[in-house]
């Protein structure tokens, strides 16, 4: 069946991600560590993307930049999944970050109104297709690229509580 609440609207930023030819190449916990999501280059699954629910988080190889790769995070708050996406270059450096606010109650469709048809799972699709094509073609910027203040561990991701279980 289709993941419940935020994680249809996750895994659909996802979808549109990968339609633009970039690779997944973390998910989880591992997406959201900088030295990880740099060394990581091969393709893996979807396996405990949704470990945390309304927490998810994803890593890519930009389709043009090999060397780069893109981190989105996204998380529920209230009633709205908050999706942050940021590009990683290999000399710690990180475009502005994109960030998109789905509200659910405009976005999902009730579950009663759910079928095998994926696109029953979404209302507003307009609203919510021009919303998601803004977010990855902010992902795509290439020349914005900041470098890290000295002493920064990590770039503002949203962060993924720690738990000791992996799910799916």
């Avoid at 999501?37 to 979807?46: H, I, K, N």
């Avoid at 927490?55 to 209230?78: G, K, T």
């Avoid at 475009?95 to 994926?118: I, K, M, N, Y």
Wanted: some cysteine.
């Amino acid at each position: 069946g289709a993941p419940p609440g935020a994680g249809r609207l996750a895994l659909l930023v996802h979808a549109a991600v990968l339609a633009r030819g970039h690779r997944l190449v973390a998910v989880g916990a591992a997406a959201q560590d900088d030295s990880s999501a740099l060394s990581a280059s091969e393709d893996v699954p979807l396996a405990g993307w949704r470990a945390v629910p309304g927490s998810y988080h994803f890593c890519y190889i930009p389709d043009d930049a090999p060397e780069a790769r893109i981190v989105v995070s996204a998380v529920e708050l209230d009633d709205v999944l908050i999706v942050k996406g940021l590009r990683l270059t290999a000399e710690g450096g990180s475009a502005q970050p994109v960030v998109a606010d789905l509200p659910l109650g405009e976005h999902l469709a009730p579950p009663e109104q759910c079928t095998s048809d994926p696109a029953s799972f979404f209302a507003g699709w307009g609203a919510l297709s021009a919303r998601l094509e803004g977010f990855v073609d902010g992902l795509q910027r290439r020349n914005t690229a900041q470098p890290r203040p000295e002493g920064a561990a990590e770039h503002e991701r949203l962060k993924l509580p720690k738990t000791g279980g992996e799910g799916e």
